[in-house]
């Protein structure tokens, strides 16, 4: 994607929702976006899938490049996004999936529709895999919407999404309604779909779910991305302290909120939109901070962030302290790595 821009035409207003957004996701791996809400995570998503409504404008590229064809979604025909890409190269896991099905048809009869339409063989049985892989017994598809909890309605919309068998998951806050258990257990689900070979889009508030998941972090703030890298740095070793401001307002960590709130989109300020929640803000910042060695920041640190809520050991971070530690998890090949790299550190 380079140079995504999204605006909202108002009466007497333009909201920049998205301004200017570059990144890549991979195959095999999960990048969450991160950020407040109201940064434009939602927008960005959309955008890609042509969603978004008529007082939208849309600027940059997105390349979807699958199978040596590629396929530029912004300027896609909506007949194309149609056919070819919403709910087959890529799923849209949408942010409030209660509202994605019809109420007076049970979720099975939803779901094996969305089988049949693409065509597949044996809409039921499928059905009942995707039910079981999103830890939902067959017999809950059985129900209608009003009957299913929160957290069923979610795994419904996860199971929808993945209907098609996408290359591409677009995972918008998939985790609403669902307590840490089934976060966790949402979060290695993903996890399997990179190990696939999916890629996979996380946006997420949930800072601990998007470190058990994530190769890569893209931290958003009012429409632009303020810092990316992998997700262990950014989440150990902010560099924006924004970054550092969100590590530290996690409920698992010191759950200090970042002061001030974000500024309108319609109003945006001229230099660094950050600046006037900023400890480190001066008359540098009157300029835009452009994205450099994945940081939009004029005085970019490391920043010390804390590593656990008082009285914790500090060694352990809330991922592993709620899991018993590093050794008593099954580590996947990322947790593997980081763990290493921290043993490294050590010695
Ligand atoms: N159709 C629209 N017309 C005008 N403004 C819109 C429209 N849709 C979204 N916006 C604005 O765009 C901004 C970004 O919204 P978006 O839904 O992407 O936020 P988000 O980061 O997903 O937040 P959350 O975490 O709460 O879901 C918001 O300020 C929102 O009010
Ligand atoms: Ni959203």
Not at 331 to 347: C, H, P, T, V
Request: proline share 9%.
């Amino acid at each position: 994607m380079e140079g995504l821009t999204v605006s909202f035409r108002l009466p007497g207003a333009t909201v920049r929702a998205v301004g200017g957004v570059d990144f890549e996701v991979r195959p095999g791996r999960c990048l969450a976006l991160v950020g407040e809400s109201g940064c434009g995570k939602s927008v960005l998503a959309h955008a890609l899938l042509g969603l978004l409504p008529g007082n939208a404008e849309v600027s940059g590229r997105a390349w979807l490049e699958q199978e040596g064809q590629t396929l530029e979604l912004l300027g896609a025909p909506q007949a194309v996004l149609a056919r070819r890409v919403r709910g087959r190269a890529v799923g849209l896991i949408p942010q409030s999936p209660a509202t994605h099905l019809t109420p007076v048809r049970t979720a099975r009869a939803q779901l094996e529709e969305a089988l049949r339409e693409l065509g597949h063989p044996r809409p039921r049985e499928r059905a009942d895999e995707l039910a079981l892989r999103q830890g939902l017994r067959p017999a809950d598809l059985d129900r209608y919407p009003h009957e299913l909890s929160g957290g069923m309605a979610q795994r419904v919309a996860n199971a929808m999404a993945l209907a098609g068998d996408p290359w591409l998951v677009l995972a918008d806050e998939p985790t609403g309604g669902l307590d840490r258990p089934l976060v966790d257990r949402a979060m290695d689900a993903l996890r399997e779909l990179c190990d696939e070979g999916r890629a996979v889009l996380l946006i997420t508030h949930d800072l601990r779910a998007a470190e058990r998941v994530a190769d890569d972090l893209a931290v958003m703030y009012a429409g632009r991305l303020v810092e990316t890298g992998p997700a262990a740095r950014v989440l150990d070793r902010p560099r924006h302290p924004y970054a550092a401001g969100l590590v530290d307002a996690r409920p698992d960590r010191a759950f200090v909120p970042i002061p001030g709130m974000p500024p309108e989109l319609t109003r945006l300020p001229d230099g660094c939109a950050f600046a006037p929640r900023c400890a480190s803000a001066d008359a540098a910042c009157a300029v835009p901070p452009a994205l450099e060695d994945g940081v939009a920041c004029h005085h970019p640190g490391p920043h010390r962030v804390s590593r656990g809520l008082p009285g914790d050991d500090p060694a352990l971070t809330g991922a592993s302290r709620a899991a018993g530690g590093p050794a008593a998890r099954g580590l996947s090949g990322r947790d593997r790595a980081r763990e290493g790299g921290r043993e490294g550190g050590r010695a």
